[in-house]
């Protein structure tokens, strides 16, 4: 059983904050900033251009991208970190239109993250006016899956009400229509267990900021089915993901796996935050997690359900259709969440009126909880958010 | 007139190194450790999310943006960082071609860096087999200006030699043409006076861990000239690049200006650092550096040709006609280079025969290139690089 008061322990929270946004931005693992000084002054500062290979930083985008295969399901060698998530998706959607060169639709639903929706809107342009963007609401998606979809492209957890998609069923029902998957892994990685080989998933991608805890802006993740890796070609097509990066070659010869999903130079500095943050899942097991998250979310329904009667509960009432997330719907939730947080309770808000808390059990323990229902409580009965400061900033943003 | 012993302070070099590959990685700005100590504990640590607003995380690819900008003669407000330079190549590439719809060649050289090639011919095969990456020699490329060309795309400074291209008569002979210009500046920006505004470039980009010091994995800049940059369609197609990325609309909406060209979330780590690195140019004058590199550059090709009769220069001789770079031709370049490293001086080698020496006066003196003469005389002249050590290394490499 993994020890959370031990986990908690390994991250700085800033006093008399209950942070419940790590879906948002992961907080800061204490252990990070030493590496950084480490990789900054020993490594760039002493090893300078010889860092790459001494140093390994030449290999840390597959061998980070490994500890992430463990939470997520995948065959070692098979992930591999780099650029942002929107690059990730455009890699992947373009890879797998070229799979299914008959077909010219990308399904997905309008509960998709927008980033993942505009790079498809923006591929489809690129390729030409035959090519489709097709969105349908979560629930049509199944009934959605025709013989003109070429991709179905999802995030499993709604970044809005945290509602999970099947993702086994529906790759496997994707798949029975000659459809490529692409799964957008952003709130699940870390948060749940994912099992992209159990689920036979084609691609999946996802950020590390969120429950990866990697800083701002840290890098991305794309996976590659084995079956499909050695023949997958990269449009974005950079010499890291050449086969001989160091022979300068003018043209280009993909490398071998997932390899060839390299584009530019990596980001090392945002690679050694990641290492670090990397380390607590040493202590930490992902099914422990799980059940600890459901537990968190649980207690904070039934908190804020029975103090707080004019909120209503957006995210699916049962624990395992849920992510690591909770939302409520609240119209005055912009003003609201301003008041939280100036109270130390820092969840966040997704227009026109969600309010969002999410319960990452590596530093939320049930104390957190409990202060969270209670200050809610305060801000809504109370009207703490009926300020004309609170309203006039929910106008400008 | 700049004061060079003072920028060369504000850089931590190691013990007994001459680094002449500050062309590849720039050294560790002493002021970048604490700027990324702050950032992680002050920032990341205390603000979390907020840091978006309060730290100004948000404006940094902006506001960093300009500064570089100033460098490379750019108008306010048009230069934005992000990503990695393959990514900004692909995103220049792009918009260019869709400017020129009636024409499918992308013309470059073969002294192109490879990636800016691969990216190109990627691009071309998603964009269909009427498109075409058309690579002609260096000394080609102005008889080589026809009117199927779309886009002219270029790296000013030869990785290999040095070479500059001449951006103001290329760039305005292309435009008599009808094509579009895109400038990579890997090894101009912070190298050498750059004027992108004058020069009636189109596109520029580049990136910041060579000359500018961002340190590895820093992120690329993009320029987009002020009379194209509300009309370009942004290709990645990014949420940050939307208009208005936190009203979560299901459609894209380009960005005004050059925010279109942002795509996912920014790396605040390597943008922290970067910022320190930008601090040296409060200190320093671009002029005052070109002058200075071609003196250093100038003072290294007379002590080598002087004392080590087997190397031939591969660099032009004229300073003016030269990138900050000098390169020579030697058939154990490779050994020799092994060999030079080992004793402290720290060049680099490109296939086939090709030793290269980055001098960079914010930090590399005449003292650091006589030392380099020194050592390399001694390496090539005793034949100190004829081990089997150093000549298995070149076979495995």
Redesign the interface.
């Known amino acids: 059983m993994t020890d959370f008061a031990a986990t908690k322990a390994m991250f700085?929270l800033?006093d008399d904050?209950t942070?419940l946004?790590g879906n948002?931005?992961g907080?800061?693992p204490k252990a990070?900033?030493k590496r950084?000084?480490r990789t900054?002054?020993d490594e760039?500062?002493?090893m300078?251009?010889?860092?790459?290979n001494k140093a390994g930083?030449m290999g840390m985008p597959t061998e980070i991208g490994d500890r992430i295969g463990k939470l997520i399901g995948a065959e070692p060698g098979h992930v591999v970190l780099g650029?942002?998530?929107?690059?990730k998706v455009?890699q992947a959607l373009?890879s797998a239109l070229e799979m299914n060169p008959k077909r010219r639709v990308i399904l997905s639903d309008?509960g998709n993250?927008?980033?993942d929706?505009?790079?498809a809107?923006?591929?489809c342009?690129?390729?030409?006016s035959d090519f489709e963007l097709r969105?349908v609401k979560p629930e049509d998606v199944e009934n959605s899956l025709s013989s003109d979809v070429a991709v179905l492209m999802l995030t499993e957890v709604d970044y809005r009400t945290g509602r999970l998609h099947d993702m086994n069923a529906l790759t496997a029902e994707a798949q029975a229509h000659g459809i490529i998957t692409v799964w957008d892994l952003a709130h699940s990685a870390g948060a749940l267990p994912v099992d992209v080989a159990g689920a036979n998933a084609d691609f999946a991608v996802g950020?590390t900021?969120k429950y990866l805890n990697s800083?701002?802006?840290?890098?991305?993740f794309i996976y590659v089915a084995p079956r499909h890796v050695n023949k997958v070609?990269?449009?974005?097509?950079?010499?890291?993901g050449?086969e001989a990066?160091?022979?300068?070659?003018?043209?280009?010869r993909p490398g071998s796996g997932i390899e060839r999903m390299r584009?530019?130079?990596?980001?090392?500095?945002?690679?050694a935050?990641l290492e670090a943050a990397m380390d607590v899942w040493d202590s930490a097991n992902i099914h422990d997690v799980r059940a600890q998250s459901i537990k968190l979310c649980d207690q904070f329904i039934a908190g804020v359900e029975a103090s707080c009667p004019e909120l209503t509960l957006a995210s699916p009432r049962d624990g395992t259709a849920r992510g690591s997330q909770v939302s409520f719907r609240f119209e005055n939730g912009y003003a609201a969440m301003q008041a939280l947080?100036v109270r130390g309770v820092?969840g966040?808000f997704?227009?026109p009126d969600i309010m969002r808390f999410g319960f990452t059990p590596l530093y939320i323990d049930e104390a957190d909880v409990a202060r969270a229902v209670d200050v809610l409580t305060d801000v809504t009965m109370n009207r703490l958010w009926d300020t004309p400061e609170y309203k006039m900033r929910a106008r400008v943003?």
């Open positions: 700085h800033p904050a942070y946004d948002s931005l907080p800061l990070a900033p950084l000084a900054m002054q760039w500062g002493e300078l251009i010889t860092g790459w930083w650029d942002t998530l929107s690059i455009y373009a309008n993250f927008p980033s929706l505009y790079m809107e923006g591929l342009k690129t390729l030409g969105t950020c900021y800083g701002p802006g840290g890098p991305a070609r990269p449009a974005l097509s950079g010499w890291l050449h990066p160091f022979e300068f070659d003018l043209s280009y584009v530019g130079t990596p980001p090392i500095l945002q690679l935050a947080i820092i966040d997704r227009a943003t």
